[in-house]
Structures are given as structure tokens and as C-alpha cells.
């Protein structure tokens, strides 16, 4: 199990450039969208949409607002990735979130309630948004785990992309796309900072 997760992470790279003839399974993108699926989120709101693109004329749309990045049109698929918006307490979302815990189920809003409702709009949505960055690490991992190459892309105009896709602002944002297909050529060498300037013990 171990060496399987070592080669994934060392297969993983922000692939640049993909082979556009090489398009993913739909069994193996299933797996890759379950891998994000089933990321952990802070009390398990799960405050997240994956949405795919896969039809041609829609990315060779969003291209020119995601910096022209080849990345787009040549990917096998797109994956927005999406994050809940007004995450406070009495949001229905999150309400049915808490329903499986069953008689706990006040204490568990009362507790999300402490910890959630003191914060700012603009805080909560930013904590929401956190929760898709850690779906995304599953979802680029679990594609690394089966041979299939990822580009995680911050780089394009949100308020754009958002209309263009005609994301429901008042609910959701875009917190960034994730790019799936096959190298086009071999991956450069990766830089880290060394293991020790990074990891401390206590
Ligand atoms: C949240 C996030 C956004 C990124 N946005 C872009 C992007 O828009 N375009 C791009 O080519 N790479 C993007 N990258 C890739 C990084 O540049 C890359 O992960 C980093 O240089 C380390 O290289 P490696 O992933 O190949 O190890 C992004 C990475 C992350 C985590």
C-alpha cells in the first residue's frame, strides 16, 4: 500500500501539456471523482460540487479566461471544483448534513453553531473554500494512483468563469479547476525545500 501511494505521489506533477487524442475511461474518471468524494471535511459538511467539462466547444470557450493555459483544451477533462456558500447554521445544507448523527443532532448544530456563526460571511465562505483544497489533493491523487496525469489551475478569472458556466453565485464559487488527461511529454524535474527545513519535531 505504501509503495502504491509513494509512486502516485512521485508520478503526480502539474502536467503543462496533455495528449488531446487520449481521452480518460468513464470508470477511471468515476474513480477520480469518488477519490474526491470521499475527502474528509470539517464536520463533514461536505460544501462542495465537482462539475466536469468534457464537451470541446465549452473549453475551447473558457480558454482565453483561464490565461490561455494549454492545459484547457488539451486535458481529457475539466473539473470545476465548487464550494457552498452561507454555510451558517440554519442553512438547509447543513441541516441535512447533521440529520445521519441522529440524536445527536442538536448537540452537533449547537457545537456548529459556536463555531460557526461568531465568524464573518467572508469567513465562512473562506473556510468552505478550504475544505474543496483538500478534496482536490484526494481527487489529483487518486487520478495519480491509476496513471492518470492532473493540473490544478488558480489562474483564471473567476467572475467570468462563473458566469460563463452560470454558477449560482448566492450558493456556490468556484474555488479553482483541476485539468485531467495524459502527458503530452515527459515531466520536468520537481523542486522541494528540503524535508528538514520543512519538518519539525517537537
Ligand atoms: C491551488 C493551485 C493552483 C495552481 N494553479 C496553476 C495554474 O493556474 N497553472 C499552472 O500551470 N499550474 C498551477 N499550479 C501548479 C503549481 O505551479 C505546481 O503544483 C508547483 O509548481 C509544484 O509543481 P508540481 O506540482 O509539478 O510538483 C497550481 C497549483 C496549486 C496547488
Redesign the pocket.
Known amino acids: 500500500m505504501r509503495n502504491c501511494f509513494e509512486e502516485a505521489l512521485h508520478f503526480r ?2 502536467c ?1 501539456l496533455f495528449d488531446p487524442a487520449k481521452k480518460i475511461t468513464q470508470e477511471d474518471l468515476h474513480f477520480i471523482l469518488e477519490s474526491a468524494r470521499m475527502a474528509p471535511s470539517s464536520f463533514g459538511m461536505e460544501g462542495w460540487e465537482f462539475w466536469v467539462v468534457q464537451d470541446g466547444a465549452l473549453k475551447e470557450q473558457l480558454k482565453p479566461l483561464c490565461w490561455n ?1 494549454p492545459q484547457i483544451t488539451s486535458c481529457s477533462d475539466l473539473v470545476v471544483l465548487l464550494s457552498m456558500k452561507n454555510m451558517r447554521s440554519d442553512n438547509p445544507h447543513v441541516r441535512e448534513q447533521f440529520r445521519p448523527r441522529g440524536e445527536l443532532y442538536e448537540k452537533y448544530i449547537e457545537t456548529y453553531k459556536n463555531f460557526i456563526d461568531a465568524r464573518s460571511d467572508e469567513e465562512i465562505n473562506c473556510w468552505s473554500g478550504k475544505q474543496v483544497y483538500i478534496a482536490s489533493g484526494f481527487l489529483m491523487l487518486g487520478a495519480a494512483s491509476i496513471g492518470v496525469d492532473s ?5 483564471f478569472d473567476k467572475a467570468k468563469v462563473e458566469a460563463l458556466l452560470g454558477v449560482d453565485t448566492d450558493r456556490f464559487e468556484i474555488q ?1 479547476l483541476v485539468a485531467l488527461g495524459y502527458r503530452a511529454k515527459e515531466q520536468q524535474p ?1 523542486h522541494r525545500r528540503p524535508f528538514e527545513n520543512v519538518v519539525k519535531f517537537l
Not at 493540473?151 to 489562474?155: A, Q
Open positions: 506533477h502539474a503543462k493555459q493540473c490544478p489551475i488558480e489562474g479553482h520537481r
